[in-house]
């Protein structure tokens, strides 16, 4: 089980539809500062303070060769996530089933 930090700076990494978009290009395989932020309206800086914010979060990793960095998918910290909410969905569909017996339990007494 990923500790409460882990999945915190995962969701917060997660929470920001650009960088949703550069976890999902990476996807696809490793790209370059450049190359990722070529879709995106802004300026070199900021795009590069998201691939930071996910690099803290452990989604992606970065190699620098010569001037050029390269981001990798690291999709380890994915799968806590997913286990997290496997485990939130299972208590959640044992509570509404239990509610579910007590309003057919109360249905059939009136």
Known sequence: MESPDTLDAVFHALSDPTRRRV?????????????????FAMALPSFTQHLAVLERAGLVT???????????????????????????????ERRLDQLDEVL???????
Do not use: H
């Not at 996807?27 to 932020?37: C, D, H, I, R, Y």
């Not at 057919?104 to 009136?110: A, H």
């Open 104 to 110: 057919i339990t109360l249905k059939e007494q009136s």
């Open 23 to 39: 976890v999902e290009r990476l996807g696809a395989g490793p790209a370059t500062t450049s190359e990722l932020a070529r879709p």
């Open 62 to 92: 970065s190699d620098k060769r010569g001037r050029v960095r390269t981001y990798r998918l690291a999709p380890a910290p994915l799968d806590g996530v997913g286990t997290w909410l496997a485990d939130q969905r299972a208590l959640w």
